[in-house]
């Protein structure tokens, strides 16, 4: 019932909105965090929409989650314990699933109503919680990050919304630190990074905490979700000192793991190739964001 003025004024996005045509309105509700909002689009398949903003369509979740998920996992021999912070769809854990040498997945997703509506709506997503290896914790991620003892983790993910609302502290220095110490030596984070195309600012001060934070290597990668605004999203990869990581080639080929392709649903968008190419950044993007 917004008007259409408020469609327009996002301020991650001001000026432009994108639409997908309403079937169907098949979950409406609102948690102590966000207004969840579930439909069927003529074109994408179901849709979760969480306070507003478009966080995954049936039709391109594939190239999201699989790039999230491959980028770090590929990127270090034998990854063994991992965590996921948000994620409640569970389609990150369905992705760290194919990965056989990993022994233990914490997820940490502050929003149990997320959870509960995507076990409803989202069987695709949500088969990731009943792999064995996971342990689900239902919290902040910076309470939770803050108890983790120092090393504990070969990887981290932030699959996490945009930086308004509950996801406001997780683009800010004090949880990458806690994210750093929360890793081995070399381990390795793959945190949401937004759009080349509309958020230039926050994704520099990424870069610059994170340069900062983790002496490793870091790097911005992107892919293309068509369902996101701009149609592209970002990933900051990022090691901690400690072991050499070259996110550049990855040293864990997903192609040259026992089944992983088709493990449960077939791979559909990562390989090799997609790996490689998304760190290749076009002129604008070079110039803005490698001085860091
Ligand atoms: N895989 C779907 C993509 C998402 S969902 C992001 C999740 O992060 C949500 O379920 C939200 O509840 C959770 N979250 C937000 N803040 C926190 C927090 N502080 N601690 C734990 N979990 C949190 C992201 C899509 C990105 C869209 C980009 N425009």
Request: proline share 7%.
């Amino acid at each position: 019932k917004a008007s259409k003025l408020q469609y327009y004024n996002n301020p991650m996005w001001p000026g432009e909105t994108h639409s997908l045509k309403v079937e169907k309105i098949l979950y409406q509700g609102k948690s102590p965090y966000q207004e969840v909002l579930i439909f069927e689009s003529l074109t994408y398949g179901k849709v979760l929409v969480l306070d507003g903003i478009v966080q995954l369509t049936d039709k391109d979740e594939c190239a999201y989650q699989e790039m999230i998920t491959h980028l770090p996992l590929c990127s270090i021999p034998s990854p063994k314990k991992v965590l996921v912070i948000g994620g409640g769809d569970g389609g990150v854990l369905r992705e760290i699933a194919r990965h056989g040498s990993v022994e233990s997945i914490d997820i940490c997703e502050i929003d149990q109503l997320v959870i509960d509506v995507c076990k409803d709506f989202f069987p695709d997503l949500s088969v990731g919680f009943k792999d064995p290896r996971v342990r689900l914790h239902v919290g902040d991620a910076v309470e939770f990050l803050r108890n983790t003892p120092e090393g504990t983790y070969d990887a981290i993910i932030v699959d996490s919304s945009d930086p308004i609302g509950p996801a406001q502290e997780l683009v800010e220095k004090p949880f990458f630190e806690t994210i750093a110490r929360a890793l081995r030596p070399g381990g390795v984070l793959c945190n949401q990074a937004e759009s080349m195309w509309l958020h230039t600012h926050l994704i520099q001060d990424m870069l610059s905490i994170c340069c900062e934070t983790f002496k490793g290597s870091v790097h911005y990668a992107w892919t293309s979700v068509p369902t996101y605004p701009s149609g592209a999203i970002g990933f900051l990869l990022c090691a901690k000192e400690g072991p050499p990581v070259n996110f550049l080639a990855p040293i864990n080929p997903i192609e040259k793991l026992e089944g992983a392709m088709t493990a449960g649903r077939d791979i559909r968008f990562y390989n090799t190739e997609m790996h490689k190419a998304a760190f290749v950044l076009p002129t604008f993007a070079k110039r803005e964001l490698e001085t860091y």
